[in-house]
């Protein structure tokens, strides 16, 4: 089972619509793949489902926000499976492929756990007391160690966008990183910032399991790879980005990230519409042949990575 985390602390950057149309297309391939929706705002959720469904079927009981609330100190983790969900327009659509795409949905309430979460480890960064300091971050990892084997190919987790306790958490039950962004100057510095929030994370949690060695053996250091950054809303002039965006794209990749080669045009009308169908553009039949042909590309390199990125 690989574990990805779709990480950028800027919204609007093409995190949620990345995840679903990866996600999608490689359960369509026949893999089973399980998709979870870490961001309060949900639009991974409404992707493929209906808000109404959501409201009568899962929000009281069956989200990713009851399973942070199940989760006791000093008692068994609870199984995540209870909250997990088949969303059934798209699993109808990929069905003879012989996969699967299960969800975790996320909560509009989710908040209130981030804000739970960071309560515990303690507040203020520098005087944070390191006591529970693995509860809270390995909690993600503690949910997917309850999926009964064999579980999942592939776990796509949706990030809020913000590096907050919950992105952390993402990122430390993760194998591998993928950041989306856009090819202009605010996205550009936001990668920069990206680099250095989690090189530091990265450096405390390994100090820290170091430190407490003794007292919690098991354990192990964080190394999550960068399978590369992906840029998404790329405006196109005769094939090509638009030379405005050209420096941008350089500059990443100045900064030692692995840049996609494949990028995801600007095409508004039909990711707009995407939601409202409840199936991924990837998988839309209404998509027009080159933006199909440029998401597929992507998909294919992205497992490419991930396979190089694992040996
Ligand atoms: N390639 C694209 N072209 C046009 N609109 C897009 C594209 N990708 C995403 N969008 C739209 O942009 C908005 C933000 O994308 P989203 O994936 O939700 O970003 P994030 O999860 O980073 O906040 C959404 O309304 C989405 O439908
Ligand atoms: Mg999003």
Redesign the pocket.
Known sequence: MRVISVV?YK????????TANIGAQIAAWGKRVLLIDLDPQA?LTFSFLRPERWRAELAEQRTIKQWFEAWRMDSTVPPLAPVLTSPSVVNDRIADGGGRLDLAASHLSLGDVEMNLAARLGGAEVHRSTRHYFDVYLRLNAALATLPAPAYDLVLM?CP?NFGVITRAAVAASDQLLI?ARPDELSTLGIEHLQSRLRRYIWEFNRIVDLQSDLHPTVRKLEPVILGVVF??VQYYGGQPIAALRPYIAQTRQLGLPVFEAM?????SH??G?ARAQIPVILSEQTPHALGWELHRLVEEFLKRVRTAAS
């Open positions: 950028n919204g609007g950057v093409g995190k949620t619509t990345l639009s949706d966008p989306p998404t809303m995801v045009r600007e095409s508004n990711f707009a995407a």
